[in-house]
């Protein structure tokens, strides 16, 4: 029997670390991809970042357009609505046997509920993880109630989601998909980099991805503004800055950006959307990495870049020693990025000091799919931890 197995793809960031999965689902004889695009994907303002997934040669089973294109709190409420209807014509219509969706946006949390509401057992990545600054927390959380199979990244995380209810036997630690990412990637040179996307690098270089966070401890665009400061104010420095996702607030974070960008003409680029493999490329050649994104503190660890967090976005994650974590001020940033920028402190950045295992996470997730009973309704029951256990 042949497991239709439907992927999940909302983002560029996510479409990046499900790649390898993606491909060994593509190469099983066992298994049968069902790929659902949707999300900033489907964006030109975003950088219709499904061309990437076309040049793949991924097959896409579905492209689901769900963002009207508004930023606030509301209108990405009645958005989530309406991909939750979507999610389920969608899935009816596919009709696969396990649905994997990875991480913790609402693009996700509507697919879960989709595939819950009809039924289908969810295989979640990412799960068990604490980022405290942003509204993620809560819906990766509420992700894993309502999935069947879990894949984390370290062993405590796989502890997290054990302690929220989930079966121990239906938990696994496989380590982080973004290894798997750098270790199937073939880097583009500086110089490609450099041509293909128009940005200046063999020079002290600070690749930016700043992301509007709704329970930061500060405003998105005062913290943004604190950090353009804080780049503005390091001599010789120059600046590539990476476009938002589509969250709450990210018209006002573009607003300051797009500013910044045009008042510093001869030290800033702006690149709306690398993809996959131009970014990190990008930031294997950058002399340090900025802002709040995940790959702060997850990617530029791995290939051994230092990076400075801003805010309270990753809060929860693990750090490295490579990531250098300020106070959210211009001069608290400043000051890390001088130190990030010191050749002895480059000399404690160690590609191999990761929590987040070996490359095969791929490989290791599909084979476990594809030996697990799914059942169809997927019931569970919550795990109680023995008491005096917390």
Known sequence: MTLRICVFTGTRADYGLLRTLVRAVEESDRAALLLVVSGSHLSVEHGLTSREILQDGVPIAAEIPIWSGGDTALSAGVDLGAAVSRYTEALAALSPDVVVVLGDRLEALAMATAATVLSLPIAHIHGGEVTEGAMDDALRHAITKLSYLHFTSTAGHRERVIQLGEEPDRVFSLGSP????????????????????????????????????????????????????????????????????????SAGVRDEIARYVAEHAATADYVESFGNVGYLSAMAHSSVVVGNSSSVVLEAPLLGVPSVLVGDRQKGRPIARSVLVPEPTAEGIAGALRTALEPAFREVVDRRETPFGPPGFGRRALEIILSTTLPVPPRKRFWDLPRGVE
Do not use: C
């Open 178 to 249: 973004a290894v798997d990412a750098l270790d199937a990637v073939d880097l583009l040179s500086e110089e490609r980099v450099s041509a293909d996307f128009g940005v200046r690098l063999g020079r002290p270089t600070a690749l930016v991805t700043f992301h509007p966070a709704a329970m930061d401890a500060r405003d998105p665009v005062e913290l943004v503004g604190e950090m353009l400061a804080a780049l503005d104010s390091v001599a010789g420095l120059g600046v590539i800055i990476t476009g938002t996702n589509s969250d709450i607030g």
